[in-house]
């Protein structure tokens, strides 16, 4: 008898209820499917994320840095005054800019919109040129760099002869490490990964 009442109830869940059927998980935005992975939207963007591989930013409008560096105005003085002092250098808002440009060279095109700009209250949406994945752990510090008089163009190009910031040197961890080799700078993890 007992043998007729196991053999009856197998291998099956014995006094427990049946598990619900699988679902599928919600799908991320811009994923087709919602079954690839919850972190990226299809697997070009995994591989790309993956290779550390961004598009350009795209900027409101092209700002002349050549321009200005022509003019005489130095970056650390006027435009990036955090960088000599802390771990970012800043982008200004359109109030540092107005200081001059309340006066200076108005009828120009650009000019004429920013000053629209920063008539509504609304600063520049500005997009980072260079930045690192959170899961890189890194926390750059320009102020070390500026006081041991790394010139800003050994990172971001020369961006005296440009328009708009671009990515002109891939930061990568062995660029960095190579540089700090050269310069008898520290090299252990916790100089940039903190």
């Given amino acids: 008898m007992w043998l007729a009442v196991i053999g009856s109830v197998g291998c099956g869940y014995v006094g427990y209820p049946t598990p619900p059927p699988a679902t599928a998980l ?11 992975t919850t972190a990226h939207a299809s ?15 795209v900027q409101p409008f092209d ?3 050549v321009t200005h560096v022509q003019k005489g105005i130095k970056c650390t003085e006027y435009c990036h005054s955090n960088v000599t002092t802390g771990p970012v ?9 107005m200081v001059c440009h309340q006066a200076i060279a108005t009828e120009k095109p650009r000019i004429q919109q920013i000053t629209a700009q920063s008539k509504t209250g609304v600063d520049m949406a500005w997009k980072r040129v260079f930045d690192f994945y959170p899961e890189s752990h890194v926390k750059f510090n320009h102020a070390p760099h500026i006081r041991k008089n790394v010139e800003c163009a050994t990172c971001h190009g ?5 328009t708009v910031a671009k990515r002109n040197v891939e930061l990568t961890m062995g660029y960095c490490v190579n ?3 050269e310069n008898k700078a520290p090299v252990d993890c916790l100089t940039c990964h903190y």
Avoid at 158 to 162: D, H, P, R, Y
Wanted: negative net charge; hydrophobic residues 35%.
């Fill in 43 to 57: 697997f070009g963007e995994a591989a790309t994320h993956f290779f550390d591989r961004r598009a350009e930013p």
């Fill in 89 to 97: 250098a800043g982008i200004p808002g359109l109030s540092t800019c």
């Fill in 158 to 162: 020369n961006i005296a002869e440009q």
């Fill in 179 to 181: 540089c700090h080799n």
């Fill in 63 to 65: 700002f002349p840095h």
């Fill in 26 to 36: 919600p799908a991320v935005p811009g994923q087709s499917t919602g079954l690839f």
